[in-house]
């Protein structure tokens, strides 16, 4: 058996089994957080190289430096969106962000 190997656009920050895709695994790489089998990759939300502030849909949202995440359900994940000083949320179901909480 010939070992794949999976490359992202930059290091990688968190990682977890991913409970919305069991069997995949999920992982935070600066800017966006993506799931994978092993063998594809696929972004949840935000950009592999574009950073900022915009709460949307999948790679439409920007987070400026992910720290990581926690995913508090099988639909919901909590990210530590470091650069903004914030944490978002995110509904799996429909790969929207949202602001959860703002640092003082």
Do not use: H, W
Not at 11 to 36: A, C, H, R, W
Not at 53 to 80: D, N, P
Not at 83 to 92: A, F, I, P, T
């Amino acid at each position: 058996m010939a070992t794949q190997y999976i490359t992202t656009e930059g290091s990688v920050f968190d990682m977890e089994e991913d409970l919305y895709n069991p069997g995949n695994l999920l992982f935070v790489d600066q800017y966006s957080i993506k799931t994978t089998d092993g063998t594809t990759t696929s972004v949840v939300v935000g950009s592999g190289s574009e950073e900022g502030y915009v709460e949307g849909v999948g790679e439409a949202a920007r987070f400026k430096t992910i720290f990581g995440f926690k995913q508090i359900s099988i639909t919901q994940l909590l990210v530590a969106d470091s650069g903004n000083q914030c944490l978002r949320s995110v509904d799996r179901e429909t790969n929207q962000t949202s602001l959860f909480t703002v640092s003082p």
